[in-house]
């Protein structure tokens, strides 16, 4: 009888063995695009209110500490989204980024959402300068879409809900991941500076735009106010 019930534990640790191996396999294989999922369905929102708050709480502004996106930043981003906070968006139409913008660059900030690289900015006037992932494999998540669809000439929208900021792009180019000097503040010269990462994750794609007007959100063109208010959706 002992025999014959040490028979059926031992079956019935097999099972459940062969089936942790199976979620485990299964896992690792979808690792990727469950990671994917969890980036592109974020989609925060937000309102003048909230924006008003996030801009008075502190936050990271250290870019050199932000670590390559894996499962794990993102699975942790997405358990404490709380914790991103969402001071407005950035919508490039042409190149089809439609982003939160949040302040500060931790890994949690930039795992979801664009994070801003100084404590000091304002949409609209000096050097306003934001960052985001590069994800390589997928080309519409974060600011993956820059690396291919980024292109000179293209309108960049920001907004605080209260107004929309229009740029027009006038530089693409690649630099080293050590020139921490092109997010410095720029006093008399109002520019938008977009940073992430290049094909091989070693230097750095800089897009800039040129500040054109600021427009109250409400009175900007139908056309814009409905690309800036669209969900946001890295799955654009």
Not at 124 to 130: I, M, W
Not at 140 to 153: D, E, M, Q, R, S
Request: with cysteine; charged share 25%; hydrophobic share 40%.
């Amino acid at each position: 009888m002992k025999k014959k019930q040490d028979g059926k534990v031992k079956r019935w640790l097999i099972r459940i063995g062969f089936t942790l191996l199976i979620l485990i396999s299964l896992g690792l294989i979808f690792n990727e695009q469950i990671k994917n999922y969890l980036v592109g369905s974020y989609s925060p929102t937000i309102s003048k209110k909230s924006v008003a708050e996030n801009e008075k709480k502190k936050a990271n502004f250290n870019f050199s500490k932000v670590k390559s996106l894996d499962f794990q930043t993102v699975a942790k981003a997405r358990a404490s989204k709380q914790k991103i906070n969402i001071i407005g968006s950035i919508t490039i139409p042409g190149a089809k980024v439609n982003l939160p913008i949040a302040k500060g660059v931790d890994n949690v900030t930039l795992a979801l959402a664009a994070g801003t690289l100084r404590s000091d900015m304002k949409m609209g006037e000096g050097n306003y300068a934001v960052a985001a992932h590069n994800m390589h494999h997928n080309r519409k998540i974060l600011f993956t879409p820059l690396y291919k669809k980024a292109k000179v000439g293209q309108k960049i929208y920001l907004s605080d809900l209260k107004y929309i900021y229009e740029y027009k792009t006038y530089k693409r180019v690649f630099i080293k991941a050590t020139r921490v000097d092109v997010v410095k503040n720029t006093p008399g010269k109002k520019i938008v500076t977009l940073i992430t990462c290049d094909a091989t994750g070693t230097n750095r794609l800089m897009v800039r735009g040129k500040f054109v007007k600021k427009m109250k959100f409400k009175k900007a063109p139908k056309k814009v106010q409905k690309e800036v208010s669209a969900k946001f959706n890295n799955n654009y």
